[in-house]
């Protein structure tokens, strides 16, 4: 780890990332995107790997995940083999912006909590469209403001609790983004966070094994890294979750056809 590690770092370390909406977020963005047996699929951000080990394991697909941590990517590779999906799974390290991909390559695209991150938001979904078959279907599941504008707090809370260069849209905003890059038939769901249902979302998509491996991982990184101690102090003192929450701040399903 750098100097001065953020996010992403601490994530990748124990191993876990954060998916809002949980398996049936992922599931109901799978149904959308018609992924089924024999479709190659790739996963734009695939954090610890585990959306691509599930895809490849339920569905039988061949999976490409990408995601800009090395330490992410090797974390996949890990889940990968676990799995027992490794002959079906690649991962390799590479930016939203700039996929090393050849054009009309995938028959679907998803992303899940990732496209709030990229500076150039409609760059990385002109890129998920270059890589898509015609007729195949690029799917984002992502937070999402429900009412515009939100208050300071809900920035702020946003800012510490999704890392701090996230910036979320409005539905209508994420629309735009897939009607400007050339997408159509699009579909749009937004949800309500509940923050319980958020938590026991981690649980099953990990697993009891999962998240103690995720646990043992979390204490030995705070045991032996200050860093790490200052950032989990920082992020108690300001981590309060914000009570209008569920009025202002959720997410969405927004998927279109290439």
Request: net charge positive; hydrophobic share 35%; with cysteine.
């Given at each position: 780890m750098e100097?001065?590690?953020?996010?992403?770092?601490?994530?990748?370390?124990?191993?876990?990332?954060?998916?809002?909406?949980?398996?049936?977020?992922?599931e109901e963005l799978i149904e959308l995107c018609h992924i089924g047996e024999g479709k190659y699929v790739l996963d734009v951000g695939?954090?610890?790997?585990?959306?691509?080990?599930?895809?490849?394991?339920?569905?039988?697909?061949?999976v490409v995940g990408v995601d800009i941590s090395e330490g992410m990517i090797e974390r996949s590779e890990e889940r990968a083999k676990r799995e027992g999906v490794a002959d079906r799974v690649e991962f390799r390290v590479a930016d939203a912006q700039e996929l090393p991909f050849e054009d009309d390559l995938f028959d679907a695209v998803i992303t899940e909590s990732v496209t709030a991150f990229p500076e150039d938001k409609q760059r990385a979904v002109n890129e998920y469209v270059r890589v898509t078959k015609p007729g195949g279907y690029v799917g984002l599941s992502e937070s999402t403001w429900l009412k515009v504008p939100p208050p300071p707090e809900l920035v702020a809370w946003a800012s510490q609790d999704l890392s701090a260069n996230v910036k979320p849209l409005t539905s209508g905003d994420w629309v735009g983004l897939l009607e400007r890059a050339g997408l159509r038939e699009i579909?749009?769901?937004?949800?309500?966070?509940?923050?319980?249902?958020?938590?026991?979302?981690?649980?099953?998509?990990?697993?009891?094994?999962?998240?103690?491996?995720?646990?043992?991982?979390?204490?030995?990184?705070?045991?032996?890294?200050?860093?790490?101690?200052?950032?989990?102090?920082?992020?108690?003192?300001?981590?309060?979750?914000?009570?209008?929450?569920?009025?202002?701040?959720?997410?969405?399903?927004?998927?279109?056809?290439?």
């Open positions: 100097n001065e590690p953020n996010f992403f770092d601490f994530a990748a370390e124990v191993g876990l990332t954060k998916h809002l909406g949980g398996l049936g977020a992922t695939c954090g610890a790997g585990v959306t691509p080990s599930f895809i490849a394991k339920r569905y039988g697909c061949r579909v749009v769901r937004t949800y309500e966070i509940d923050t319980r249902k958020e938590a026991k979302g981690i649980l099953q998509r990990y697993g009891c094994r999962g998240m103690l491996g995720v646990l043992c991982r979390t204490l030995s990184l705070y045991a032996r890294s200050p860093a790490y101690r200052r950032f989990v102090k920082e992020v108690g003192e300001d981590g309060v979750t914000p009570e209008n929450l569920d009025e202002y701040f959720g997410y969405g399903i927004y998927l279109g056809r290439k």
